[in-house]
């Protein structure tokens, strides 16, 4: 009797194909399907383009550029020494007061310097914005201290948000940097091929499902913990925060001038969360309120603006967009608002006026 053909080997081959082709169609489908619920999508470029960086479709211009020892500051070009006749207010930040997804004219500073115009017609007024993406307060210490004397201010605003208490960025806890060590070669090498196959968002995906589980099997804090610890009293953290904000102060009073301004800065998505946060959004005012009271010991004088932030219809984007948390223009009018009338009510309008 003739044998008959095996024909498992080719069918095998096609099953093995189908499901090869299967897997690959819905991995690609899983990253079209991040890719519609993406807003970046729609959204104008944020980062270097042509040799031009721009924040979400703002481009840094030149003509908004100072540049002393390496500093690169987003801030049109002033005087030096300062003219007779001018009044100036030097304010330090980190990304929220650079103005993140604002054009300058956007910025609180700019509003600032326009409503304490309007109240003052004759002073004179410039707000200089020293801000730096990424600042902690520890470095704004440094631009005041370092950069003071050729600003010569007639007043000090110190634009805090809640990391600037911790100057570390990319590892902000021992656990972090071991984690990193021990996996980060591996997750980097896994995200370089998925990036490399057309599956960019995917491979994001990929890192903040792996960094989430690192924080629910304790092998790295969360950012409650991380924030808990960078505030303790006895951190070096917060500890050099404290020097800090002195350093600062003791400038302000060698040159004689009124109490530095704290700015309590915020970036909710919603006047919700102020009116009605949750437990963790009231965690995270707590160590707000806990920087406010270090600064106002410290000589500060603190300005919030939780009660107006309140006070916002709950639909009102505050945001940038909706792919970047950081303060938008409906916010900036509002701290340039309450940051207006806390300098105009020490430095009342010239008989002049």
Same mark, same amino acid.
């Given at each position: 009797?003739?044998?008959?053909?095996?024909?498992?080997?080719?069918?095998?081959?096609?099953?093995?194909? $189908?499901?090869?082709?299967?897997?690959?169609?819905?991995?690609?489908?899983?990253?079209? +399907?991040?890719?519609?619920?993406?807003?970046?999508?729609?959204?104008?470029?944020?980062?270097?383009?042509?040799?031009?960086?721009?924040?979400?479709?703002?481009?840094?211009?030149?003509?908004?550029?100072?540049?002393?020892?390496?500093?690169?500051?987003?801030?049109?070009?002033?005087?030096?020494?300062?003219?007779? +006749?001018?009044?100036?207010?030097?304010?330090?930040?980190?990304?929220?007061?650079?103005?993140?997804?604002?054009?300058?004219?956007?910025?609180?500073?700019?509003?600032?310097?326009?409503? $304490?115009?309007?109240?003052?017609?004759?002073?004179?007024?410039?707000? *200089?914005? $020293?801000?730096?993406?990424?600042?902690?307060?520890?470095?704004?210490?440094?631009?005041?201290?370092?950069?003071?004397?050729?600003?010569?201010?007639?007043? *000090?605003?110190?634009?805090?948000?809640?990391?600037?208490?911790?100057?570390?960025?990319?590892?902000?806890?021992?656990?972090?940097?071991?984690?990193?060590?021990?996996?980060?070669?591996?997750?980097?090498?896994?995200?370089? *091929?998925?990036? +490399?196959?057309?599956?960019?968002?995917?491979?994001?995906?990929?890192?903040?499902?792996?960094n989430r589980w690192a924080?629910?099997?304790?092998?790295?804090?969360?950012?409650?913990?991380?924030?808990?610890?960078?505030?303790?009293?006895?951190?070096?953290?917060? *500890?050099?925060?404290?020097?800090?904000?002195?350093?600062?102060?003791?400038?302000?009073?060698?040159?004689?001038?009124?109490?530095?301004?704290?700015?309590? $800065?915020?970036?909710?998505?919603?006047?919700?969360?102020?009116?009605?946060?949750?437990?963790?959004?009231?965690?995270?005012?707590?160590?707000?309120?806990?920087?406010?009271?270090?600064?106002?010991?410290?000589?500060?004088?603190?300005?919030?603006?939780?009660?107006?932030v309140g006070?916002?219809?709950?639909?009102?984007?505050?945001?940038?967009?909706?792919?970047?948390?950081?303060?938008?223009?409906?916010?900036?009018?509002?701290?340039?608002?309450?940051?207006?009338?806390?300098?105009?009510?020490?430095?009342?309008?010239?008989?002049?006026?």
């Amino acid at each position: 009797m003739k044998a008959l053909p095996d024909r498992r080997g080719p069918r095998l081959i096609a099953l093995g194909t $189908l499901t090869f082709f299967s897997i690959l169609f819905l991995i690609h489908a899983v990253e079209f +399907g991040l890719w519609l619920r993406d807003p970046r999508r729609r959204l104008p470029v944020d980062g270097e383009k042509d040799g031009v960086y721009y924040t979400w479709g703002h481009p840094w211009r030149a003509d908004h550029r100072v540049v002393w020892n390496g500093w690169h500051f987003r801030q049109k070009r002033f005087e030096v020494p300062k003219p007779r +006749g001018v009044r100036r207010v030097m304010v330090v930040g980190d990304s929220l007061t650079f103005g993140v997804g604002l054009a300058p004219a956007q910025r609180y500073t700019e509003l600032m310097e326009d409503r $304490l115009n309007e109240l003052s017609p004759r002073q004179g007024w410039e707000v *200089i914005n $020293l801000g730096l993406m990424g600042a902690p307060t520890v470095f704004e210490r440094d631009v005041v201290v370092g950069f003071g004397p050729m600003v010569a201010p007639d007043r *000090i605003v110190v634009g805090f948000s809640l990391n600037d208490v911790d100057p570390a960025k990319k590892y902000p806890t021992e656990e972090h940097r071991r984690f990193e060590e021990r996996h980060g070669r591996w997750m980097g090498r896994v995200e370089k *091929i998925l990036a +490399g196959v057309a599956l960019p968002r995917l491979a994001g995906q990929f890192r903040k499902a792996l960094n989430r589980w690192a924080e629910l099997s304790g092998r790295v804090p969360d950012y409650e913990e991380q924030l808990r610890r960078a505030y303790a009293e006895d951190a070096p953290t917060w *500890i050099a925060f404290r020097e800090a904000l002195r350093d600062i102060k003791k400038f302000s009073d060698g040159r004689r001038l009124p109490a530095p301004l704290f700015a309590a $800065l915020l970036s909710p998505g919603s006047s919700a969360e102020v009116a009605r946060p949750t437990p963790e959004q009231r965690f995270v005012a707590d160590r707000v309120d806990q920087a406010a009271r270090a600064a106002e010991d410290l000589g500060f004088a603190v300005v919030r603006f939780e009660e107006a932030v309140g006070r916002l219809p709950p639909e009102s984007p505050l945001h940038v967009n909706p792919a970047d948390g950081h303060p938008g223009p409906e916010l900036n009018r509002l701290f340039a608002d309450g940051l207006a009338r806390a300098v105009g009510d020490r430095h009342p309008p010239r008989a002049s006026d």
